[in-house]
């Protein structure tokens, strides 16, 4: 097994997991240095290109902007996600997760779902092509987003695709909007880790979209907490920037040839 995967799974139970969602090279560069897992999200549909939704992600996006992640990502662990409509079945899944390990370099894929794609993901992992799972709320799927397991039929459902997911091979699986009680017993049940996002710190580790972290994108959900107001800072210096290309203070000298 992959070196990097190894000590991933080493960690359980151990130290907790800290990972990022990223779409580029300079952001990548940074994060790197302090993140386990690096995840090419396609989250970047909502948040880079105001899609209506992650279905619209194409392939093509998730493997340009992996190849400007990848630029940056030295010793983090880096997962690509697949995009909607590319995992369909086996066949295609093992294709297209092959073109996105060739054509971007990354380490693993994630793909989301439970039952419904555990034989695609047998096929990857006995293509020696590392999963990472997702569970709870799946915004590919997802008629709405809210939390998941707060009745029992979906607590016992989330339960049983945690276990199905690990048989199948996954790594790690990512647990987005769980409930805090269902995420600490799939984290007990399974011996892989969990990634939590929305799931409470019962997890192994955490994962947020970097933008969300930084204020850059402008949302307010409960499980993001902003770490600095970048927009606010970016807005000064954009504001500083226009005062002195009007009053002749940039460029000066020491900026001409
Ligand atoms: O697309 C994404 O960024 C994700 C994480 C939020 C888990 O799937």
Redesign the pocket.
Known sequence: MNKKILSIIRKKNKTKIVSL?AYSKNVAEIIDNYCDIV?V????GSVLYNYKS?REVSLNTMIEHSKSVRLGVKKSLMVV?MPHNTYRNSKEALKNAKQIISKTKCDAV?LEGGKKIYEIIKTLVKNNIPVMG?LGLL?QSAKNFKFKGKQNYEREKILKEAKLLETAGVFSM?L?CIESSLAKNITKTIKIPTIG?GASNNCDGQ???FDDLIGLNPINVRFVKKYTNIRKDISKAVLNYARDVKSMKFPLKKHSY
């Open positions: 969602s995840l999200g396609d989250s970047l992650t996600d994630k997702h915004p990512v987005e996002i994962i947020l979209v």
